[in-house]
């Protein structure tokens, strides 16, 4: 909680060159307001000197200038929903809040392009581009609120991933506020562009530690005309695992989405939905697929058959619908054509992470990846750890692509708070040892900066850290992110 411009003179000069340029509306320097600003989705705090909200590229170009000629850290926010601390302010200074800049600039349907500005949050985008028929595919668990700005900042992953990639598939072009405040343009605005190096790509995922994102430009695909929903529920996991392949591999369907809960999220799930859930469950599979009509139906009932094969203990299937749906949108909207089969049992598989907290206050929210053949071999590895340590995990997540999310819960106390650090530790040992990735969509931040090693080499570690120092020579960008 310790603030870091710790001359109080220079403080005070800053917070004014800052109000003098961006007006003193748009800057913050009181405690309670302060707060606000010191936290995201994981339980890390750290409260910041000052915050300021631009609403232009220029007012962030100004802000950055200031702060690379004071050496003052700064650290971009969107919607604060992070799952790795990256817009925790660990190093103190300016919290620059991009949520101000929210405008959707330009959607072009003939290039099958849209330029935004990075505080749009994503449903919004979708919902807007869904108009036209048009599609945005990525979508995080967060979409509700999870901001465009953070979402291509995180290289965000969720549901769809599994048939539509993830947001660094769709980012065409960025406007980049670098360090020094000079702004530059990655990308062009066409669907493919291999002009010299990927500069997009790298600063997709770079987790504010290379430049601010003032606008960003997303390819889009035409939307689906319709979604199905199935969900089967199992009595082991080999059983649900074994419907994935005969899903994936032997009869070459391609889901819209492919999600996996196991026991401890299904418990924890029960009561908060519509779902009867059989007793006996001990894993679900939780799968969408799109396209017309026809093929909707014909894959649905196919993929239902493959379930049963695979001794599935029960099958529900929603009403095919029109449109995809967020948790509450029908209470929310009191919308009529919101698809409430649909939303049943999708609010399954999103009320696991908030039910987890019925077992234990706390929980290490983990989303390694491993390649898909070696799925069972690591979860059969992490519930042996679980049993070594006595800490209970809940595993859930894209199986498809062989993501899991690994929720470690458990109630704070500092003999606890090793063994979990302990338990961590190993598991993403094993993860790496099998050819897996430590984290596939919440990022390192500073939550697992210390695992990075496990997983990159020290000359590439190095590399990493070479390039960093060319964009960012003071080290002012989001400092203590990705490298411990
Ligand atoms: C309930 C819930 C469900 C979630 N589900 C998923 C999921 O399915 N898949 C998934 O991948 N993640 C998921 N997340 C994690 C999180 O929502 C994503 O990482 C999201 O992209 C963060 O967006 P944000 O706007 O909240 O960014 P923030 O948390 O504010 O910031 C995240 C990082 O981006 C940087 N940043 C933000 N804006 C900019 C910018 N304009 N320029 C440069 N850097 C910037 C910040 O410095 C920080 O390092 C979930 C989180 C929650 C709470």
Request: proline fraction near 4%; charged fraction near 25%; aromatic fraction near 6%.
């Given at each position: 909680?310790?603030?870091?411009?710790?001359?109080?003179?220079?403080?005070?000069?800053?917070?004014?060159?800052?109000?003098?340029?961006?007006?003193?509306?748009?800057?913050?320097?009181?405690?309670?307001?302060?707060?606000?600003?010191?936290?995201?989705?994981?339980?890390?705090?750290?409260?910041?000197?000052?915050?300021?909200?631009?609403?232009?590229?220029?007012?962030?170009?100004?802000?950055?200038?200031?702060?690379?000629?004071?050496?003052?850290?700064?650290?971009?926010?969107?919607?604060?929903?992070?799952?790795?601390?990256?817009?925790?302010?660990?190093?103190?200074?300016?919290?620059?809040?991009?949520?101000?800049?929210?405008?959707?600039?330009?959607?072009?349907?003939?290039?099958?392009?849209?330029?935004?500005?990075?505080?749009?949050?994503?449903?919004?985008?979708?919902?807007?581009?869904?108009?036209?028929?048009?599609?945005?595919?990525?979508?995080?668990?967060?979409?509700?609120?999870?901001?465009?700005?953070?979402?291509?900042?995180?290289?965000?992953?969720?549901?769809?991933?599994?048939?539509?990639?993830?947001?660094?598939?769709?980012?065409?072009?960025?406007?980049?506020?670098?360090?020094?405040?000079?702004?530059?343009?990655?990308?062009?605005?066409?669907?493919?562009?291999?002009?010299?190096?990927?500069?997009?790509?790298?600063?997709?995922?770079?987790?504010?530690?290379?430049?601010?994102?003032?606008?960003?430009?997303?390819?889009?695909?035409?939307?689906?005309?319709?979604?199905?929903?199935?969900?089967?529920?199992?009595?082991?996991?080999?059983?649900?695992?074994?419907?994935?392949?005969?899903?994936?591999?032997?009869?070459?369907?391609?889901?819209?989405?492919?999600?996996?809960?196991?026991?401890?999220?299904?418990?924890?799930?029960?009561?908060?939905?519509?779902?009867?859930?059989?007793?006996?469950?001990?894993?679900?599979?939780?799968?969408?697929?799109?396209?017309?009509?026809?093929?909707?139906?014909?894959?649905?009932?196919?993929?239902?058959?493959?379930?049963?094969?695979?001794?599935?203990?029960?099958?529900?299937?929603?009403?095919?619908?029109?449109?995809?749906?967020?948790?509450?949108?029908?209470?929310?909207?009191?919308?009529?054509?919101?698809?409430?089969?649909?939303?049943?049992?999708?609010?399954?598989?999103?009320?696991?992470?908030?039910?987890?907290?019925?077992?234990?206050?706390?929980?290490?929210?983990d989303d390694f990846c491993v390649?898909?053949?070696?799925v069972?071999?690591v979860l059969?590895?992490?519930?042996?750890?679980?049993?070594?340590?006595?800490?209970?995990?809940?595993a859930f997540g894209?199986i498809?692509?062989?993501h899991i999310h690994l929720?470690?819960?458990?109630?704070?106390?500092?003999?606890?708070?090793?063994?979990?650090?302990?338990?961590?530790?190993?598991?993403?040992?094993?993860?790496?040892?099998?050819?897996?990735?430590?984290?596939?969509?919440?990022?390192?931040?500073?939550?697992?900066?210390?695992?990075?090693?496990?997983?990159?080499?020290?000359?590439?570690?190095?590399?990493?850290?070479?390039?960093?120092?060319?964009?960012?020579?003071?080290?002012?960008?989001?400092?203590?992110?990705?490298?411990?």
């Open positions: 909680m310790e603030q870091k411009i710790s001359n109080s003179k220079i403080r005070t000069e800053v917070f004014e060159e800052l109000c003098d340029t961006i007006g003193r509306e748009n800057a913050l320097d009181n405690i309670e307001e302060r707060i606000c600003y010191s936290f995201d989705a994981t339980k890390e705090k750290a409260v910041p000197d000052l915050v300021v909200r631009p609403h232009t590229t220029e007012h962030v170009s100004t802000i950055v200038s200031i702060a690379n000629k004071y050496g003052i850290p700064i650290c971009p926010r969107g919607a604060g929903t992070g799952l790795s601390g990256g817009a925790v302010p660990i190093k103190g200074g300016i919290v620059l809040d991009l949520k101000n800049m929210d405008k959707i600039v330009e959607i072009n349907a003939k290039d099958l392009t849209v330029t935004v500005e990075p505080g749009v949050v994503t449903k919004d985008l979708q919902d807007e581009v869904a108009k036209i028929r048009l599609f945005y595919p990525p979508e995080p668990g967060s979409a509700g609120f999870s901001t465009i700005g953070g979402n291509v900042a995180e290289c965000t992953g969720g549901m769809t991933g599994i048939k539509y990639g993830v947001t660094r598939d769709y980012v065409l072009a960025l406007e980049i506020v670098l360090p020094d405040g000079s702004v530059i343009n990655t990308g062009r605005k066409t669907l493919r562009s291999v002009a010299g190096y990927d500069l997009t790509r790298f600063f997709v995922g770079s987790e504010g530690t290379l430049g601010v994102f003032t606008k960003i430009t997303l390819k889009l695909l035409p939307l689906p005309e319709k979604i199905g929903t199935i969900i089967s529920y199992f009595k082991n996991i080999d059983n649900a695992l074994n419907a994935t392949d005969s899903i994936l591999i032997k009869s070459h369907f391609l889901p819209r989405s492919l999600e996996f809960v196991d026991k401890t999220g299904i418990d924890a799930v029960r009561g908060f939905t519509k779902e009867d859930i059989p007793e006996e469950a001990k894993a679900l599979l939780l799968i969408d697929v799109d396209g017309n009509e026809k093929n909707v139906t014909n894959d649905i009932s196919k993929i239902e058959v493959i379930c049963k094969e695979n001794s599935a203990l029960k099958t529900s299937i929603a009403k095919v619908s029109a449109r995809p749906c967020q948790p509450g949108e029908a209470v929310r909207t009191g919308r009529s054509d919101v698809d409430d089969e649909r939303n049943a049992l999708w609010d399954i598989r999103r009320s696991i992470s908030p039910s987890l907290f019925k077992i234990a206050s706390m929980k290490f929210n390649p898909r053949s070696r069972r071999e059969k590895k992490v519930y042996e750890l679980s049993k070594t340590y006595s800490i209970q995990v809940a894209h498809g692509e062989g929720n470690v819960i458990y109630d704070n106390g500092k003999k606890i708070d090793l063994s979990v650090h302990k338990l961590v530790s190993q598991i993403l040992k094993e993860v790496v040892s099998i050819g897996g990735t430590i984290t596939s969509e919440h990022g390192v931040g500073d939550a697992k900066s210390e695992f990075v090693g496990l997983e990159l080499s020290p000359h590439e570690i190095e590399i990493m850290k070479e390039l960093k120092k060319m964009f960012d020579p003071k080290g002012i960008m989001n400092p203590g992110k990705i490298f411990a």
